[in-house]
């Protein structure tokens, strides 16, 4: 029986420090590094290009980008 408190006790444990890791990286402000800081400012910049992009076609949906004038992108 007291085997398998201490297991309980364990599992629980490890349960908590795991909690504990995940609010901490929740917290976490901007990326610190140089690396990350540009990671995060291609992702802004792709992202924002998208949105744009999305928002062209919707307002000319029949425009003539898929016409052939253009080389296809992959």
């Known amino acids: 029986m ?3 408190v201490a297991l309980l006790a364990g599992i629980g444990g490890v349960c908590a420090w795991c909690a504990v890791v ?3 990286r929740g917290r ?3 990326t ?4 990350g800081l540009l990671i995060e400012q291609a992702a ?3 992202a924002q ?3 744009s992009a999305g928002r ?3 307002a000319h949906p029949h425009a003539a980008s898929g016409s ?3 080389p296809r992108r992959r």
């Open 2 to 4: 007291g085997t398998f």
């Open 22 to 24: 995940l609010v901490r």
């Open 28 to 30: 976490r402000g901007a």
């Open 32 to 35: 610190e590094n140089v690396d």
């Open 44 to 46: 802004r910049l792709r």
């Open 49 to 51: 290009q998208l949105r």
């Open 56 to 58: 062209d076609f919707r």
């Open 68 to 70: 052939g004038s253009e």
